[in-house]
């Protein structure tokens, strides 16, 4: 008997371009992490004094390449959000991740927020881990930390 073999679409990674709406890959990160008994987390970086698209640069480079950053949203009173998803990073690995990042703002010398969440640790939902990683109200807390 012969057997063939198709070429399966992955629905492990979804497409990396910018039609993804950050919501939409909370969504589908949660239902990934879900489905295989997987963490993930989600910071919220609010940044006064940074060019938004400039900030997203520079934390791509500090991060893998697994790992998404969206530029959100310039506010009134010019303040930068960024959304950070990181697949498959638990506790533990978010806090390096996020000393990595309040390191990197404080050589920048700009005012920050950042909050984090982790799924499931502190919410279920991608609206409720968004909530939380932008309002610092998550497991972790927000703002600077020591470093």
Known sequence: MRMWRCRRRSQENPPRNDYWDFRDLLTYEKERSERHNRFFSVFGLSVTGLYLVDMAA?????IRASDYVFP??????????????LPET??????????RLAFLCSIKGVDYDLGLAVYPND?????????????GQGMHGAASILI
């Open 58 to 62: 520079e934390i791509r480079a500090e």
């Open 72 to 85: 959100l949203e310039r506010e009134a009173g010019a303040q930068t959000q960024v959304g950070v998803l």
């Open 90 to 99: 638990d506790m533990l690995g978010a806090l390096t991740v996020k000393k």
């Open 123 to 135: 919410a279920t939902t991608p609206e409720q881990l968004l909530a939380l990683a932008f309002n």
